[in-house]
């Protein structure tokens, strides 16, 4: 009987792979689920990684091993090429369920850089695929840790282009407008920042208002502004138009610095490219920024450690990592550290900074490219991976696995104290 339900099984979900978008793809998971009820039945799929990652997991997840779901054997997400036309490529994971919860379980692990599984016999797979037992990181509206600062996105200019200066443009502008120069900034994408191209923007915050009728190009661009968004079909758009020489929306710090996270990266990078930056440096909204950060969150946040954690909870966008404030930074769990452990790690951050100053003609693509990353680099790097793995425990790591285990598990901990701490305010 079951090898009857099995084939039949089989059938009724072999429409999966041309599945067209993840509602779709959750709701084969979800029927089978309730197919195998009362049986021993095992069943897998090979679906689109999304329903692995990021805010999806909290969605679909629970409600399978509700069902008293076990995921007992899973391959992380690889590229598959199909035949259709253009050779085009889907990005996939295998999960392989059933109501027996097996003792040893095979989960492949897929290595980004070496663009290769690796099988190992593990006791646990949760539902990011990975060897640790079950959580679910909840979009969340503010950092879990409290004493850390606020991520946010950066400035978005909500302009027609008009207060943006090409690179092509820039000699040319400041010949003909020189006094503009006081108010020109770079102005850094996601793309300018990773691939050391110049873009600039008019930073016109708190600009004296006579200064700004001796520059013509300036008042002109700022017309064409205003023209923009009063012409928007969104209210918010439109109001914009009272105040065309500033950013739609502003998040720049003032002064000091600010971590500079790029919100899309390149799986074959083994860390993020995380700028320590300057106020004075302007970014876009294709990044996300932490403001009045030191080198301490510079530190651990370009660590392996907050990496593996990246690589696990994020979402992609095909295979690159789509890094999330709400995923990803505000359910990172910090580790408790000392004063003089954190003077340890902004020492071996800014020899991270320094190696990266030695090669002023290569950009951050050249030097993160896991072909071309420099010998000085690599060893500042993995000084600083030592020093962040003792702050969480003083034996050493053997994997990237590992480490999202403890993650895991010291996320619980910490949204269980946090759940701990909201009950006894209620019954106060």
């Known amino acids: 009987m079951e090898k009857e339900q099995s084939a039949e099984l089989a059938m009724l979900f072999s429409g999966v792979k041309n599945a067209g978008n993840l509602d779709y793809v959750t709701g084969w998971y979800k029927k089978a689920a309730e197919y195998i009820q009362g049986t021993q039945i095992e069943c897998a799929f090979v679906s689109t990684n999304s329903i692995c990652q990021g805010q999806q997991v909290p969605i679909l997840w629970p409600?399978?091993?509700?069902?008293?779901?076990?995921?007992?054997?899973a391959h992380q997400t690889f590229k598959w090429s199909n035949e259709a036309r253009g050779n085009a490529a889907v990005y996939c994971i295998i999960v392989g369920f059933s109501l027996r919860n097996r003792t040893e379980k095979q989960l492949f692990l897929y290595d980004d850089i070496k663009g290769e599984p690796k099988a190992q016999t593990v006791k646990w797979i949760n539902a990011?695929?990975?060897?640790?037992?079950?959580?679910?990181?909840?979009?969340?509206?503010?950092?879990?840790?409290?004493?850390?600062?606020?991520?946010?996105?950066?400035?978005?200019?909500?302009?027609?282009?008009?207060?943006?200066?090409?690179?092509?443009?820039?000699?040319?502008?400041?010949?003909?407008?020189?006094?503009a120069e006081r108010y020109i900034r770079p102005f850094l994408g996601a793309e300018e920042f990773i691939n050391n191209k110049k873009r600039y923007c008019l930073w016109l915050l708190n600009a004296e208002p006579q200064h700004l009728k001796k520059c013509p190009l300036i008042v002109a661009r700022l017309q064409k502004v205003r023209e923009h968004r009063g012409g928007s079909n969104r209210e918010a758009t439109r109001k914009l138009a009272q105040t065309p020489s500033l950013f739609g929306e502003i998040?720049?710090?003032?002064?000091?610095?600010?971590?500079?996270?790029?919100?899309?990266?390149?799986?074959?990078r083994k860390y993020i490219p995380i700028g320590f930056m300057n106020s004075s440096d302007i970014s876009s909204n294709a990044n996300l920024l932490v403001p009045n950060a030191t080198l301490y969150e510079f530190g651990v946040l370009t660590s392996q450690m907050h990496m593996a954690w990246m690589r696990t909870v994020c979402g992609r966008l095909e295979m690159r990592y789509r890094y999330s404030a709400q995923i990803v930074y505000n359910n990172f769990p910090w580790p408790d550290i000392s004063e003089e452990q954190k003077a340890a790690i902004m020492q071996k951050a800014q020899a991270?900074?320094?190696?990266?100053?030695?090669?002023?003609?290569s950009s951050l693509a050249d030097l993160y490219d896991?072909?071309?990353?420099?010998?000085?680099?690599?060893?500042?790097?993995?000084?600083?991976?030592?020093?962040?793995?003792?702050?969480?425990?003083?034996?050493?790591?053997?994997?990237?696995?590992?480490r999202v285990a403890l993650l895991f598990e010291l996320y619980g901990k910490k949204t269980e104290a946090l759940l701990t701490g909201k009950r006894k305010r209620g019954r106060g």
Do not use: C, W
């Not at 069902?67 to 007992?72: D, E, L, P, S």
């Not at 003032?254 to 899309?264: A, D, F, K, N």
């Not at 991270?352 to 003609?361: K, N, Y």
């Not at 072909?371 to 003792?390: C, E, G, Q, R």
């Open 251 to 268: 998040r720049q710090p003032e002064s000091g610095h600010y971590l500079l996270v790029p919100s899309t990266s390149s799986e074959r």
């Open 370 to 402: 896991p072909n071309t990353m420099p010998p000085v680099l690599t060893k500042a790097h993995a000084a600083l991976d030592s020093a962040v793995d003792k702050l969480y425990r003083k034996a050493p790591f053997p994997d990237d696995a590992a």
């Open 128 to 179: 990011y695929l990975a060897d640790a037992q079950h959580v679910f990181i909840d979009s969340r509206s503010s950092v879990l840790d409290t004493q850390t600062n606020p991520m946010v996105f950066g400035s978005m200019p909500n302009d027609g282009g008009n207060l943006i200066i090409e690179e092509n443009e820039y000699a040319s502008f400041l010949q003909q407008e020189p006094e």
């Open 352 to 361: 991270v900074l320094d190696a990266r100053a030695q090669f002023p003609d």
């Open 63 to 73: 409600n399978l091993f509700a069902r008293g779901v076990h995921i007992n054997f």
